[in-house]
């Protein structure tokens, strides 16, 4: 489980459909992640005071996340790193996850934008 250190630069804004105020919502969250397994599945399940939301996949399967704009998805390792392709209505963005000095840091690819979650 984690707890988001950092909020997400403003940024990302520019990639999704979703108004400003609700990014701008969003980032003030500090969601608490937990992340399990279930033989080849993986669950990820993030909790905060603005949303809730779980994924379950398997590694290197394409899946469909429930987003307002219908997201497919593709979660696979690298060495060390998580690494999440999303597309959707003909945009793509890859999110990189690795453990760094004790917390996750996740960077999305596309812009300039990282979020660091410590382990709680």
Known sequence: QANKQQSW???????TPHSFV???LAGLAKPRITISTDRDKVNIKTESS???TEISFKLG???????SDNQKSIITLDGGSMI???KWLG???TIKGQIVDGKMVEYIMNIVS???YKKV
């Open 84 to 86: 999440h392709f999303q």
């Open 114 to 116: 990282i979020g660091i």
């Open 50 to 52: 603005f949303k809730n």
């Open 22 to 24: 609700i990014h701008n």
């Open 9 to 15: 630069n403003s940024g990302f804004n520019l990639l």
């Open 91 to 93: 945009k793509e963005t």
């Open 61 to 67: 399967e394409e899946f469909d996340e429930t987003t």
